[in-house]
């Protein structure tokens, strides 16, 4: 059964940074596309990033571009979201998840993680 799990959540002013991590177990890491999504309270998952198993190719939403990095280390069956200049309107909790296909569709996605709170405050 493939697990994965997020973790790096948290609490941080706005400006502030913070990394997630999310790790995979259960399942083979490679060839899956890797995803992380966010959800507000009462609201859809909204895309964030996504990137190939290979690490060669990367889709950011408008709304992070440029603000926020997303990486994966095969080695470590791990995919990170790094997360800078943050806004309240980051304010989600971030989930990832795993995918066979690269894409930006929410039901693209076949394994998903519990997801982790991220708060930004003023």
């Known amino acids: 059964q493939v697990q994965l799990v997020e973790s790096g959540g948290g609490l941080v002013q706005s400006g502030g940074s913070l990394r997630l991590s999310c790790t995979t177990s259960?399942?083979?890491?490679?060839?899956?596309?890797m995803g992380w999504f966010r959800q507000e309270s009462g609201k859809g998952r909204e895309f964030v990033a996504a990137?190939?198993?290979?690490?060669?190719?990367?889709y950011y939403a408008d709304a992070v571009k440029g603000r926020f990095t997303i990486s994966r280390d095969n080695t470590k069956n791990t995919v990170y979201l790094q997360m800078n200049s943050l806004k309240r309107e980051d304010t989600a909790v971030y989930l990832c998840?795993?995918?066979?296909?690269?894409?930006?569709?929410?039901?693209?996605?076949?394994?998903w993680g519990q997801g982790t709170q991220v708060t930004v405050s003023s």
């Open positions: 998840a795993s995918s066979y296909t690269f894409s930006t569709s929410s039901s693209d996605y076949t394994y």
């Open positions: 259960g399942g083979t890491f490679s060839p899956y596309s």
């Open positions: 990137i190939k198993w290979s690490g060669d190719s990367i």
